[in-house]
């Protein structure tokens, strides 16, 4: 494709492209155009589209298998489609509000995410991005060596276990609005190396998941928690993020694998609705 108009919207990441038409399927120079964007600024954003579920699916599907969220319910006409939905009369806490790479707790976490907005408040429910390569980059070497060939416990506990002490806050944040089921396996602890290499970039970047990392392997709670609190604020450096002011029909694809990101809480008393689609990914190395 000769025509893709890309514009960066920060310094570390994020850029908009213009002059593809998600509706319709890519064809092989249009695809390899997008996914370059891609992997040259981590999320990349669309405006003005408006496709059907299929076509959503099949967008996603260009880029690989598509997942079905595990604790949360799709829609009913399209499982694989997740509604991120916060009403009006909703006051509670905000699915994905909180810095976070999507489910690391998996074993094979997502490739990437794409999310289509179809009800916007009228200010607010912006989302932010944080690009981990740069906060990789941008440690010491000392740090570096630290973590180097090092693995940090995941869990999805706060976020879908049942035993967690805020299940009470979590129940009440995602029964309005949304479909959500905690359940035990979200216990289970996963290790990932806390620096990651791109299966596609061969870049490193810091892997790390605020709401999932629980302790880094080999190394108590104790010990562990001065490290990851470190690694968990510098990853929130206002220069390794962009952010993202939606529109109706705005569409944002972001690589999971490198990034990080915020979905802002702040327009109680507005309706927001996006339908997401999870590009499945690989364990991490
Ligand atoms: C998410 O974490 O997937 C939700 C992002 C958003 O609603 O902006």
Request: negative net charge; contains cysteine; charged residues 30%.
């Given at each position: ?32 155009a997008v996914r370059q964007a891609l992997h040259d600024h ?244």
């Open positions: 494709m000769t025509d893709l108009d890309i514009r960066p919207i920060a310094g570390a990441l994020g850029a908009e492209l213009y002059g593809v038409d998600l509706s319709e399927t890519l064809d092989d120079a249009a695809f390899a981590l999320v990349i954003f669309f405006r003005d589209q408006t496709f059907t579920p299929e076509q959503h699916l099949a967008f996603a599907r260009r880029f690989g298998d598509i997942e079905t969220h595990r604790y949360a319910k799709g829609l009913p006409s399209h499982p694989e489609i997740l509604p991120v939905v916060k009403e009006a009369e909703d006051r509670a806490a905000n699915f994905g509000g909180i810095w976070h790479s999507d489910v690391s707790f998996h074993e094979e976490p997502p490739m990437g995410q794409i999310l289509y907005a179809l009800d916007i408040p009228e200010s607010g429910g912006d989302t932010i991005f944080v690009n981990m390569y740069r906060a990789y980059e941008a440690l010491s070497d000392g740090m570096k060596r630290l973590l180097e060939g090092r693995k940090a416990i995941h869990t999805g506990e706060r976020s879908y276990g049942p035993t967690d002490s805020e299940v009470t806050r979590r129940l009440d944040k995602f029964s309005r609005s949304m479909d959500v089921k905690m359940k035990d396996d979200a216990e289970a602890e996963v290790a990932h190396p806390v620096v990651r290499t791109h299966p596609e970039t061969g870049r490193k970047s810091l892997y790390i998941s605020a709401i999932s990392i629980q302790r880094l392997e080999g190394m108590t709670h104790a010990e562990s928690r001065p490290i990851l609190d470190h690694l968990i604020a510098h990853a929130q450096r206002p220069e390794f993020t962009c952010r993202f002011r939606w529109r109706k029909h705005s569409v944002a694809f972001w690589d999971n694998r490198c990034t990080q990101h915020y979905a802002l809480n702040d327009y109680h008393g507005q309706r927001r609705e996006m339908h997401r689609v999870t590009v499945a990914g690989e364990r991490p190395v």
